[in-house]
């Protein structure tokens, strides 16, 4: 009787949010002007999810016609001339800090609705802080969508300033529904809008039958546990000697990480370091079983490509990951840490081909909640909702606007 009467409730929830969506988009067609979104994120200067997914969710919005869409990026260039500081240390971090500041202070007022993408700790200061204030002192709507999977130490350790800071937005948007459970621990309200993958960029493939080619595509850093792959896959080549691995990203333990890969003895190992974005879907396409081994995550965008090329997914449980992932179903999950299981699994898979073929078939069928028509009218409802809530802006402010 619980589990029916809670079931009930998630439905009548998830009943009155699209009722509510519904609501905001058919108001939509009655109003005058469209609303203008500024979308504050890293380039691709900072290659990372943040900027991928930024690019990917500025491309479809800006064929929306009851939007106007801007992007400022939190790591502007300098003017020619003064390129040559921000390849100085430290003094590259003040005088970007300086020249993104002043382009909110130049910007933001344009716009109804400032949608600011965030990660945790140092760049939250950097980043984010700025936007969300100067978006307040210009009386504007803000958003924040924080992608970070290290939401719960940051909220923890950070709390005097950066709860406080989250507190001033008018809505805080996050990829994962385990985000959302972690903003809940602090008291703070989220909702979850999955990240956007292009199933037209990454290329289905049928692997039949499935070679001993893996891939791993995180960031060289710590938490990312690429030190579990390799040592995962070190005992995959015990058993299968033509195996071949391909590290791509990069980060601070690069040097450590291929130093281990020597240490160990891996044969057919290559870390060919940072992918371009149009690149992606070519080194998807040349593997056939992806490798994670995150301590931390929250909604790893390369789970999801993987998922839409047709790689099988072997992958640890960290942070949100059992969200998108379930074992035996849509992928292989195992306890953060434990490289032994990672191995096993992903030798299971090469042993069961009927196995990995369904659970690749699962996998492609969860990549549709992924795709833009999925998400579309959450992140319109939102925006339209933020723009109308208060009627922030008037007529004759638009038009000194314009004017500009």
Request: with cysteine; glycine share 6%; aromatic share 8%.
């Amino acid at each position: 009787m619980v589990i029916f009467t809670n079931q009930v409730l998630t439905t009548e929830t998830q009943r009155t949010q699209r009722l509510r969506r519904e609501e905001v988009l058919m108001n939509v067609t009655n109003s005058q002007s469209p609303v203008r979104v500024l979308i504050v994120a890293p380039s691709f200067g900072i290659l990372g999810g943040q900027s991928v997914q930024a690019a990917r969710l500025l491309e479809h919005l800006r064929q929306e016609p009851s939007l106007e869409v801007g992007f400022l990026p939190i790591n502007p260039r300098l003017p020619a001339g003064l390129h040559h500081l921000q390849r100085i240390k430290y003094v590259r971090t003040i005088v970007t800090s300086m020249a993104y500041v002043l382009s909110l202070l130049a910007r933001i007022y344009k716009y109804d609705v400032i949608h600011v993408f965030s990660a945790s700790y140092f760049s939250f200061v950097l980043a984010p802080t700025p936007a969300i204030l100067i978006g307040r002192l210009y009386r504007r709507k803000v958003l924040l969508n924080y992608h970070s999977g290290e939401a719960a130490d940051h909220l923890q350790r950070w709390r005097r300033t950066a709860i406080p800071t989250i507190r001033l937005v008018d809505s805080v948007i996050v990829p994962s529904e385990y985000l959302v459970r972690v903003f809940a621990e602090f008291g703070l309200k989220a909702t979850a809008i999955y990240n956007l993958i292009d199933t037209s960029t990454f290329r289905f493939r049928e692997r039949s039958p499935l070679r001993p080619v893996f891939l791993s595509n995180r960031n060289l850093e710590r938490h990312y546990g690429v030190d579990r792959v390799l040592r995962a896959f070190a005992i995959i080549q015990e058993r299968v000697p033509q195996a071949s691995l391909t590290v791509a990203g990069d980060g601070s333990q690069r040097q450590f990480l291929q130093t281990l890969a020597q240490e160990l003895g891996l044969q057919n190992t290559q870390f060919i370091g940072q992918i371009a974005p149009a690149n992606f879907a070519e080194v998807y396409d040349a593997a056939d079983i992806f490798l994670n081994g995150s301590e931390i995550d929250n909604q790893p965008l390369s789970i999801l490509e993987a998922f839409s090329c047709g790689l099988p997914v072997v992958t640890t449980d960290a942070g949100g990951i059992p969200d998108i992932v379930q074992d035996g179903t849509t992928g292989m999950v195992v306890s953060r840490g434990d490289h032994v299981e990672i191995a096993k699994r992903a030798l299971a898979l090469l042993e069961n081909p009927v196995l990995a073929k369904q659970i690749v078939d699962h996998a492609r069928q969860e990549c549709l909640k992924y795709s833009w028509e999925a998400v579309r009218d959450a992140w319109m409802s939102v925006y339209h909702g933020l723009a109308n809530h208060g009627e922030q802006r008037t007529g004759s402010e638009r038009a000194l606007v314009d004017q500009r």
